[in-house]
């Protein structure tokens, strides 16, 4: 028996390494590309998505909890619990930004996965 759900980071580099927009329109995201989007839907479809709040307040949260759990980190998320509570589910906790909530869990969590995508230069 495992003890814990699996844990992965998934994230699209944008030009110059960028993640994101520091004061978003539309998506919030600085690019708008058919292939990465279908591939973050069908890789997280199904599982667990972590976001901070600044970028769940510019993504479309409620269209993906259509076909994942959606948890909106707050200071105060146990992130153990909920790692432990789904270690027996078959569903992946992935973590999907901001930066901040990238770099708090790259330094205080071991990371079984890290799925980084890089634009294409056209897009």
């Not at 708008?32 to 972590?50: A, D, F």
């Amino acid at each position: 028996m495992k003890e814990r759900a699996e844990l992965k980071l998934i994230v699209c580099l944008g030009k110059d390494g960028l993640i994101g927009d520091a004061n978003p329109q539309g998506n919030g995201l600085l690019w708008h590309c058919q292939e990465e989007l279908k591939h973050y839907r069908e890789t997280t479809r199904g599982h667990i998505t972590l976001f901070g709040k600044k970028t769940a307040s510019v993504v479309p949260v409620e269209i993906m909890r259509k076909t994942r759990e959606v948890v909106i980190l707050e200071k105060n998320t146990d992130i153990d619990k909920i790692l432990i509570d789904n270690k027996d589910t078959g569903k992946i906790v992935f973590v999907c930004g901001g930066l901040t909530i990238y770099k708090y869990f790259l330094e205080n969590h071991h990371m079984d996965e890290l799925l980084i995508s890089k634009l294409k230069p056209s897009v």
